[in-house]
Structure formats: structure tokens, C-alpha cells
């Protein structure tokens, strides 16, 4: 049974307490309540609620491709999802249109040549394939906070503390020696290696930290002198210099001492696009509090939580409860589709506009593309009832999208179910169980033989 709670709003739309969705079908069929909205699915009352409402808090954890949220309450979790953005699809998108406008410049054409001098850029300019993560984050953090009494935010700042790695001492040593910095390591080579063993490309098994220089023979416990390794590859390197072990490989010597000094350079420009959405969620006026990845890792090896992008943003910094449990929670899986597009004439593949302009109007008999509607088709190959996604013409002769198949129908055919806002909506697996809680191992600051699981 899906236990994710129903988002309630009295008569005046302000929010209420969540209900268990069985009490919201009991409100809806005594007619006591009404649906507002499907995703995520809201009533509204018929009447002013006046009870006292039970303070909520939303924890984000940003990421490249999806960012997880999740709505909590002390120690219970109202609601989760994962979001998925479309920045790469616009990176690709502006590298296109780059290229064709360049392609015209290089020919004898009439066009003018690049000019770079009129070009300003606001402080803290980000690209757009990065803004559109932090305005997806930013609308959904409001659409919460209008549908349920949201009063705190929970962010995971950055996912690997690389400053305190390099210098120990920038904020005690202490913190450095303690078993909060073992997670922030050992997450870093994780992301750094992706999860494979530098020596034999495995991805199977445990991961030891090995020193690439051996601490015998003049190695430090820096950061760019650990790597992963696998305990078999672990164990016969054993103390012996990185030459003499890959003797018969120069080549993947060479790529390791190029791969253990690189920065880990997705972190860095995905901690670069969290700083921008820390600034926009401080401007919703509510409270926020940060939290690193290793912290984040480091509640849910505590509370035995499995992986999962709405898992971490639940246990994202230090308000995380002593107790969480997640069974029953099926989160609700948004993707970011954009809404439309602002060119007003195609171009050919050289770049040249080419077609009549498009046409500016949206809706047509009430629907526009996007829309999500319930057909009811009374006869035909397709009679019967579908549900999918549209895109309207001027006609009114729509193209539905359904799950499994995509034909025409009629507008006279189709009901509103939920409105174009940008996103897509479907839901992910239910969590059936917990898994058994890990104690936390308390280790020195590197432990070379310590096992890494993935």
C-alpha cells in the first residue's frame, strides 16, 4: 500500500494537515472535498479548516541529472520524488544553434561576424543548461509550500567537501580525524573512479583505498595519492611502487597518474549550480539548513536505508530523526519537458530560416500540448477509455500518447485530467521492506584495508 499522504487545502486554499489517502476517498466520495490537483494529488476542502496545522520540512538533494525531494515530519516521511531535469538536453540544444550560427559567419554571407565587447553578464551568471536545474528545484520548492505548511528547508550544499581534503587544518583538525571525513573520502573516490578498480576496470565486489605511492616508501595520505582498488589487486601491489607493479603496463600507469590528479570536475560545476540555489531558496524567506554529501551518506548507512535519490533527501543534514522508516513509500517520478519553444521560424540544417512562421497560439478548445486527458472514445478501432498525454492542432483532431500506442482523437473525446506545467509525471517502485541497519564503523583517518561496498 502506497503510504505517500494526501496534501489538503481548505476552502480558502490555504494548507491543512495531510491525510492518509484513504481518508481522502472517504472526503471525496461523502462529496466533502473536491480534487485540486493530480500531481502531486491534493483536495481541496468545501469548508475552513481551523485545526492546528503540524509544521513540515522539505529536504533537497541536488544532482546533474536528478535532484530527490522530500516533504518530512519528524520522523515520518509524507511525501517523496525524484526529479529529473533536462539541462543536458539544452546543452545540446545551444551547442546545435552555436554551431549553425557559426557555419553562416564562416561563409560569404551577409551576415555580420561574431561581436564579443556588447556581451554583459549579471554577477553569479550561471548557463541556462545549469539555471534550468535550479528553476525546476525553485518551482517545486513553491508549488510545495502552497500545498502544504512547508517552514524549513534542508539542502545538500556540496556533495564532496574537496577543501577541507586538501588542507586538514582549515577548520580544525579534529573534524578532519573524525568518521564523518572517512564518508566524505570515501564517497569522493567513489564519484572520482566510478566505482571501478583502477588496476583491472572490475566493478564486482569490495574496494579497498589504496595509497598509489606506498606509505612505506614516501607516500602521504593526501587525497590525490589514494585510488580504488580491488582486495585482490590491493593485496598484490602490496607495498611496491606504482612502476614496478605496472611494469608491464605503461600505459594504464599513465592513465591512473592522470586520473588520481584530475578534480573531480562534474562535482565541481554541479557545487557551483547548489551555491546559485542556495541564494534561491534563502530568498523564499524560510529557514534553511545545509548539509554535505558525506553527512548525507553517513544518516543513511546510519538509519540502514537503501540508495535511492529521494532516500538521500531524506536524510539530508543534521535534523535527520534517529528513526526513519521508508516502507510503503512509492516515490512520485517528475521529468522536466519545458514548455515549448520561442524560435518563430524553423531553419534548414545549414541554419537558414526556412517556412512560414509558426503560429503563436497555444490552446485550442481548451487544451494544449502537454495537457494530460482522459479519452473517451465511444467507437472506432481505438473505442474505449485511454489516458495520455496530447498534442492539440488547430482542427481540433488531437495526437494522444498513451503508455502503449499514440493515434488521433476528437477534443469533443477528451477530459482535462492534469494540466501542461512543464513536467511529466509517473510513479517509481514501492519500497516493500527496510533493510538491516549498518553500524557505523569508526575508523582512523585512512584505512588502507578498509572495504568499500558500492
Same mark, same amino acid.
Given at each position: 500500500?502506497?503510504?505517500n %499522504? $494526501?496534501f489538503v487545502?481548505d476552502?480558502?486554499?490555504k494548507?491543512c494537515?495531510?491525510v492518509?489517502p484513504a481518508?481522502?476517498?472517504?472526503?471525496l466520495?461523502e462529496g466533502? %472535498?473536491? $480534487?485540486?490537483?493530480?500531481?502531486?494529488f491534493?483536495?481541496?476542502?468545501?469548508? /475552513?479548516?481551523?485545526d492546528?496545522?503540524?509544521?513540515?520540512?522539505?529536504?533537497?538533494?541536488?544532482? =546533474?541529472k536528478t535532484?530527490?525531494l =522530500?516533504?518530512?515530519?519528524?520522523s515520518?516521511?509524507?511525501w517523496?520524488?525524484?526529479?529529473e531535469?533536462?539541462?543536458f538536453?539544452i546543452?545540446?540544444?545551444?551547442?546545435?544553434?552555436?554551431?549553425?550560427r557559426?557555419? &553562416? &559567419?564562416?561563409r560569404?554571407?551577409?551576415y555580420r561576424?561574431?561581436r564579443?565587447?556588447?556581451?554583459?553578464?549579471p #554577477?553569479?551568471w550561471?548557463?541556462?543548461?545549469?539555471?534550468?536545474?535550479?528553476y525546476?528545484?525553485?518551482s517545486?520548492?513553491?508549488?510545495?509550500c502552497?500545498?502544504?505548511p512547508?517552514?524549513?528547508?534542508?539542502?545538500? *550544499?556540496?556533495?564532496?567537501?574537496?577543501?577541507?581534503?586538501?588542507?586538514?587544518e582549515?577548520?580544525g583538525?579534529?573534524?578532519?580525524?573524525g568518521? *564523518?571525513?572517512?564518508?566524505?573520502?570515501r564517497?569522493?573516490? *567513489?564519484?572520482?573512479?566510478? &566505482?571501478t578498480?583502477?588496476?583491472?576496470?572490475?566493478? /564486482?565486489g569490495f574496494?579497498n583505498? @589504496?595509497?598509489?605511492?606506498?606509505?612505506?616508501?614516501?607516500g602521504?595520505?593526501?587525497v590525490?595519492?589514494?585510488?580504488?582498488?580491488?582486495?585482490?589487486?590491493n593485496?598484490?601491489?602490496?607495498n611496491?611502487?606504482?612502476? @614496478?607493479f605496472?611494469?608491464?603496463r605503461p600505459?594504464?600507469?599513465a592513465?591512473i597518474?592522470?586520473?588520481?590528479?584530475q578534480?573531480?570536475?562534474?562535482a565541481a560545476?554541479?557545487?557551483?549550480?547548489?551555491w546559485k540555489?542556495?541564494?534561491v531558496? /534563502?530568498?523564499?524567506?524560510?529557514? $534553511?539548513?545545509?548539509?554535505?554529501?558525506g *553527512?548525507?551518506?553517513?544518516?543513511?548507512r546510519?538509519?540502514?536505508?537503501?540508495k535511492?535519490?529521494?532516500? @538521500?533527501?531524506?536524510?539530508?543534514?543534521?535534523?535527520t530523526?534517529?528513526?526513519?522508516n521508508i516502507?510503503?513509500?512509492?516515490?512520485?517520478?517528475?521529468? %522536466?519537458?519545458?514548455r515549448?519553444?520561442?524560435?518563430?521560424?524553423n531553419?534548414d #540544417?545549414?541554419?537558414?530560416? &526556412?517556412?512560414?512562421p509558426?503560429l503563436?497560439?497555444?490552446?485550442?478548445?481548451?487544451?494544449?500540448t502537454?495537457?494530460? $486527458?482522459?479519452?473517451?472514445?465511444?467507437?472506432g #478501432?481505438?473505442a474505449?477509455?485511454?489516458?495520455?498525454?496530447? =498534442?492539440?492542432?488547430? #482542427?481540433g483532431?488531437?495526437?494522444?500518447?498513451?503508455?502503449?500506442?499514440?493515434f488521433d482523437?476528437?477534443h469533443?473525446?477528451?477530459?482535462?485530467?492534469?494540466?501542461?506545467?512543464g513536467? %511529466?509525471?509517473?510513479?517509481?517502485e514501492l519500497?516493500?521492506?527496510?533493510?538491516?541497519?549498518?553500524?557505523p564503523v569508526?575508523?582512523?583517518?585512512?584505512?588502507?584495508?578498509?572495504?568499500?561496498?558500492l
Amino acid at each position: 500500500m502506497n503510504k505517500n %499522504a $494526501v496534501f489538503v487545502l481548505d476552502t480558502n486554499k490555504k494548507p491543512c494537515n495531510r491525510v492518509h489517502p484513504a481518508v481522502a476517498r472517504k472526503l471525496l466520495t461523502e462529496g466533502k %472535498a473536491a $480534487v485540486f490537483r493530480r500531481y502531486p494529488f491534493t483536495i481541496i476542502l468545501k469548508e /475552513e479548516c481551523k485545526d492546528e496545522v503540524k509544521e513540515l520540512r522539505v529536504k533537497i538533494d541536488p544532482g =546533474a541529472k536528478t535532484t530527490g525531494l =522530500a516533504v518530512v515530519s519528524d520522523s515520518n516521511i509524507v511525501w517523496c520524488a525524484e526529479l529529473e531535469h533536462r539541462g543536458f538536453q539544452i546543452r545540446d540544444k545551444l551547442n546545435d544553434r552555436r554551431t549553425q550560427r557559426c557555419n &553562416r &559567419r564562416n561563409r560569404k554571407t551577409r551576415y555580420r561576424k561574431p561581436r564579443f565587447f556588447n556581451r554583459k553578464r549579471p #554577477k553569479g551568471w550561471l548557463p541556462p543548461s545549469l539555471m534550468s536545474r535550479v528553476y525546476n528545484i525553485e518551482s517545486w520548492v513553491k508549488k510545495l509550500c502552497r500545498l502544504a505548511p512547508i517552514t524549513a528547508i534542508s539542502q545538500e *550544499l556540496v556533495r564532496f567537501d574537496t577543501q577541507k581534503m586538501v588542507n586538514p587544518e582549515i577548520n580544525g583538525i579534529e573534524y578532519q580525524k573524525g568518521e *564523518l571525513f572517512a564518508y566524505e573520502v570515501r564517497e569522493y573516490l *567513489l564519484e572520482k573512479f566510478n &566505482r571501478t578498480c583502477v588496476y583491472c576496470n572490475t566493478k /564486482e565486489g569490495f574496494f579497498n583505498l @589504496d595509497h598509489f605511492y606506498p606509505k612505506s616508501k614516501g607516500g602521504s595520505d593526501r587525497v590525490s595519492n589514494l585510488v580504488l582498488s580491488c582486495v585482490e589487486c590491493n593485496q598484490k601491489k602490496d607495498n611496491q611502487l606504482p612502476a @614496478d607493479f605496472l611494469s608491464d603496463r605503461p600505459l594504464l600507469l599513465a592513465i591512473i597518474e592522470k586520473q588520481r590528479k584530475q578534480p573531480l570536475v562534474d562535482a565541481a560545476a554541479v557545487n557551483a549550480t547548489r551555491w546559485k540555489l542556495k541564494e534561491v531558496l /534563502e530568498n523564499t524567506g524560510l529557514s $534553511v539548513e545545509l548539509g554535505s554529501g558525506g *553527512l548525507t551518506k553517513f544518516n543513511r548507512r546510519r538509519l540502514g536505508i537503501s540508495k535511492s535519490h529521494w532516500t @538521500d533527501a531524506a536524510c539530508v543534514g543534521s535534523s535527520t530523526p534517529n528513526s526513519l522508516n521508508i516502507k510503503g513509500y512509492q516515490p512520485l517520478l517528475i521529468k %522536466a519537458m519545458g514548455r515549448g519553444t520561442r524560435q518563430m521560424v524553423n531553419s534548414d #540544417k545549414y541554419g537558414f530560416p &526556412r517556412g512560414a512562421p509558426k503560429l503563436q497560439q497555444k490552446s485550442f478548445f481548451g487544451f494544449q500540448t502537454g495537457d494530460m $486527458v482522459k479519452a473517451v472514445i465511444p467507437k472506432g #478501432k481505438y473505442a474505449g477509455t485511454h489516458t495520455g498525454r496530447i =498534442a492539440v492542432r488547430k #482542427k481540433g483532431n488531437f495526437k494522444i500518447k498513451t503508455s502503449t500506442q499514440t493515434f488521433d482523437v476528437n477534443h469533443k473525446y477528451c477530459q482535462h485530467i492534469h494540466k501542461s506545467d512543464g513536467f %511529466a509525471y509517473s510513479f517509481g517502485e514501492l519500497v516493500k521492506q527496510k533493510l538491516k541497519v549498518v553500524k557505523p564503523v569508526i575508523n582512523q583517518l585512512i584505512n588502507p584495508n578498509q572495504r568499500l561496498p558500492l
